[in-house]
């Protein structure tokens, strides 16, 4: 799974590529796992950020020491990613 590159998020490298570990081979991918789980674990990982797995430094300091300001930084984003109408 990839987002745009530049995507504000701790889990989100830089490239856009999303840090879960059900997607990393080495971690916890099985190919038992189906698109259902992955798709929930990517909505469940960008409503909640891991802070123990941060892929991007700007946005993991923001999300660690000044909450108001990420969650400012956020909403900011997701003005340009409107709903589908």
């Known amino acids: 799974c ?3 590159q530049g995507f504000f998020h701790p889990n989100i490298y830089p490239s ?18 189906t698109v259902k789980q992955i798709l929930l674990g990517i ?3 960008l409503d909640n950020p891991n ?6 430094s700007d946005a993991y300091m923001m999300f660690t020491s000044n909450l108001a300001l990420y969650k400012k930084e956020v909403r900011k984003q997701s003005l340009r990613y409107p709903p589908p109408t």
Do not use: H, M, Y
């Open 2 to 4: 990839k987002f745009d």
């Open 16 to 33: 856009g590529t999303v840090c879960l570990s059900i997607l990393n081979e080495d971690e916890g991918w099985r190919p038992s796992i």
């Open 51 to 56: 802070p123990n797995s941060p892929a991007q």
């Open 43 to 45: 909505q469940e990982l």
